[in-house]
């Protein structure tokens, strides 16, 4: 079994490290896939902190946005796992159910407020 660690910016796989362009905010591991959350600093523009890991380190891939705009603020804000399902949150109250393997939404909610 591998070991992994998260500290800030940097994930630790055994004896192998990846540095990410913003703090770990939180990770869940599900299967072989580490899926982080990043902590996108305020005024800054990253719509896609939310980054799929091999257990081996491998980057398997990157969310997209949920907005089309390329100049709308609205990282993913939570990540969680509900019935054995990766869900993320964004502030706009997008709930997103993620494909693990691929970082690609299997389904859409909107929460109306």
Known sequence: MVEIEVNS?????????????????????????LIVLLDVPCGTIDNQNVIGFSTSGQRLWEIEPISDSSTAEQPYVNLFEEDGEVWVYNPIGAKCRLDIDTGNFTKKEQKKW
């Open 9 to 33: 910016d940097t994930i630790v796989f055994d004896t192998d490290s990846v540095v990410v362009r913003h703090p770990v905010k939180k990770s869940l591991q599900k299967d072989d896939v």
